[in-house]
């Protein structure tokens, strides 16, 4: 009897170890299974606000990609997850930059705008590659109405049209790299002191541009039309 004991009781032991290296074991929870390819492109345009929050356009035509949208702006913050340079950090300002090619990873119930272009907020974005700004310049023209001195630099104020709001307008930042020509002279160099309240001017900007009205934009070139 008291074999018998032992022996079923071995036989159970024996069992339960065998159950638990059959039972299936419990899947990792990565985040990033869930995570869908919502939009991958080149950086566009950037605006920033004071708060660390930022509005970056991205523009994949003429990409083959498995992206639910061809382009999206990206509504991210200071939680928001970025990769880059094989490094996994928060967002903030300047991590991603105009002309970088990024793809953006939205949870399956994130909301999306039915605007056009569709914006949203991403759990995560990949900078797969980095790119150059001169590719994604963007030109403004318009009048200039306001000048203001702020240390080594000019604050001037580009106003787009006779009637146009505010928002349509620039602030143009201008420093000792901004390239100053006319379009009587082109080969000719101009200073900031050549710039004046009355003067039609083109200003080419890097892309970025803050959150504010008017928009402010750092200046890389202007050019005076007579």
Do not use: W
Request: with cysteine.
């Amino acid at each position: 009897m008291k074999k018998l004991l032992l022996g079923a009781l071995a036989l159970t032991v024996c069992s339960l170890f065998l159950f638990a290296g059959c039972a299936p074991s419990s899947a990792p929870s990565d985040t990033d299974e869930e995570l869908t390819l919502t939009a991958a492109g080149t950086v566009t345009d950037i605006v920033s606000s004071e708060d660390g929050t930022a509005s970056i356009t991205v523009d994949g035509s003429g990409m083959e990609s498995d992206a639910v949208y061809q382009s999206m702006i990206l509504h991210v913050a200071n939680g928001t997850v970025v990769e880059a340079d094989g490094k996994t950090d928060t967002y903030r300002d300047g991590m991603i930059k105009v002309g970088d090619t990024v793809e953006a990873y939205f949870l399956p119930t994130a909301p999306v705008t039915a605007s056009e272009p569709p914006q949203g907020t991403p759990e995560k974005i990949v900078v797969t590659a980095s790119g150059s700004s001169s590719d994604v310049q963007r030109e403004f023209q318009g009048t200039i109405t306001e000048i203001d001195k702020d240390n080594d630099y000019l604050l001037v104020y580009v106003q787009s049209g006779e009637d146009s709001e505010p928002a349509d307008d620039l602030r143009a930042v201008v420093s000792s790299d901004t390239v100053i020509t006319s379009e009587s002279a082109p080969e000719q160099a101009l200073s900031m002191d050549d710039l004046a309240v009355g003067q039609a001017v083109t200003v080419t900007t890097d892309g970025r541009m803050t959150f504010s009205i008017p928009p402010q934009a750092n200046a890389l070139s202007i050019v005076l039309h007579s």
